[in-house]
């Protein structure tokens, strides 16, 4: 039944496709949302042609997209201090007895519930509410998850129409159930320009415990779309509450050269620490590059799915030499939004694309920019942002995966955990076992970048690249890890990979040799190489890199870089272990699991630290 002051803004088109929708759930919802925000009209839309483009056309119309030279390619610009996620500004809000790692802000749900209804009152006046229906994971399979975004930005629904698989004929499916997430966002005042005016009142509140999330005063799409970083944290609850997995995961299928077989990987890496570069190592298929749900299969494998079925990437530095495969995708036509890079003559342009002739001048994140403009602070603007990103469908790759739609997911035999890390963790080592790779996951850290707001530079623990959004107690989320690989009859095999080891300040490898790691793990896991045993895990043996770096690249890979690139750093693996104690000893209720390794490393890395008299071993020196 529509009644109240939703059925006085609704038009009939709106209405129809509410009622078809059957559930009353969702009405209510959008009741009180449209009591609280009063908007002037609301929008409600199906996965009809006709309703996607509305979208597409309406965010042109509004200018909060601009249409660029290439055929569908536009571009959006957020405000000057809304670049990335916010971590500050996102609480989740804690109901009394809850109580959460102290990574995680959170604010005592009462009291939040008020503020952010407070800052969302008449937040849409004389705007157009729009709502929209999406599957998380593919549809018509037990991993979607219903998700209904109400937003009074054309850029979020726009993106969204981009990155999700539409649900509204899913959300016939419940029917009637009230079992789904809805997101509400408003991205406040906008100014002339079409930037959030009110970026100090900029909150994002995760109502867990409602399957709620309120974001307001944002447009950049990790505080403001939905179905992203809100729904994993609102899925994380979900999944550790029940039994499976939801993670900041890639999922891709490699193809080992010569072979007929696809062996699937997922991958957890912080922000800008390789996730989508990985996803589109080429020669491989992605199936996706940023969340994953993975639950066991009856056979008792672990099966993953994408669930979103685009790319929201970070654009800096993809140039035809490191990324070829998305280069080209962006320097030809089709449906594509770029946010906060240079645009002049309605040409885009981005930092490390690898062109030469960037213009002195055009319009950036900061307006409009020339060359030499200064912030408030004095800095140098340069001429686009270094989180500035491209969002695009997955179908527009040619390197996409055939099954990245499989309802049924695909079997995971292989997950990594790579950070961004300078001088401590080997380029690629197996995990010893699965309890041994919760810990690998569990210790992963990564020095900061510009995806979020802060200093850059800076090392971080970010526990499986999900720190940002556990928002469940560490040792829970931990814990469920552990039991979710228990039950697995073939668990995959977990692997820590570093793309980001220096010496003497250079990188000890090329962007592209993140392919053979990728290649050796596939291998192992098929039983292939044989592998030298250390303390922090299996590592790889030099005849084996070598021959795939031949028959890769053709390349001779020296035993001087092998030597260096896979010593085992003692003294820094020590270090590290000295940080995930700090870490950790104020989590209760730790697996013992975690400690028990912790500790068996630490002991084996003294005694030979204090056997050999050095900081460092090659590999040699582990081979009995
Ligand atoms: C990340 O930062 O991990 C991203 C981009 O994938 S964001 O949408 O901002 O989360
Ligand atoms: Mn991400």
Sequence with gaps: MISGPLSKVLDKPSRDKLEVLGNQNVIDQLDVFVKLCKPAKVTVLDESPEDVTYIRELSLKKGEEIALKM???????????D????????????????????????????????????????????K???????????????????????TDSCYVAHSEDL???QGYEQFKRLKGDKDFFTFLHSAGELDEKNVTKNYGNRRIYIDVTDGKVYSINNQYAGNSVGLKKLALRLAIYKANHEDWL???????????PGKKRITYFAGAYPSACGKTSTAMIPGQSIVGDDIAYLKKDDEGYCRGVNIEQGIFGIIQDVNLIDDPLIYKSLTTPRELIFSNVLISDDVPYWLGMGRSDIPDKGLNFSGEWCKGKKDKDGNEIPFAHGNARYTM????????????????????EGIFYGGRDSDTNVPIAEALSWEHGVYVGATLESETTTATIGKTGIRKQDPMANIDFVVVPLATYLTNHLKFGKKLGHKPRIYATNYFLRYEGSYTNTKLDKKIWVLWAEGRVKGEYDAIKTPIGMIPQYKDLKQLFKTVFNRDYREEEYIQQFSIRMTKYLEKIARMEELYKYEPNMPKEFWEILKQQKRELQELKVRTGLDTLPPISFIN
Aim: aromatic share 8%.
């Design 128 to 150: 157009e509410m729009l709502v929209k229906f999406y599957s998380l994971g593919p549809t018509n399979s037990r991993f979607s998850l219903c998700a209904m975004q109400v």
């Design 246 to 256: 939801s993670e900041h995961m890639l999922l891709m299928g490699v193809h080992p």
């Design 393 to 412: 469908r997955l179908s527009e790759l040619e390197n996409v995966d055939p099954r990245y739609n499989d309802p049924q997911g695909v079997i995971v």
């Design 163 to 165: 990155l999700y698989r």
């Design 83 to 126: 670049l990335a996620r916010d971590k500050g500004s996102t609480k989740v809000l804690t109901p009394p007895g809850m109580s959460l790692s102290k990574e995680i802000n959170t604010i005592a749900r009462e009291e939040g519930l008020k503020e952010i209804l407070g800052l969302m009152d008449s937040a849409m006046k004389g």
């Design 71 to 81: 055929e569908g390619h536009t571009i959006h610009f957020d405000g000057y201090y």
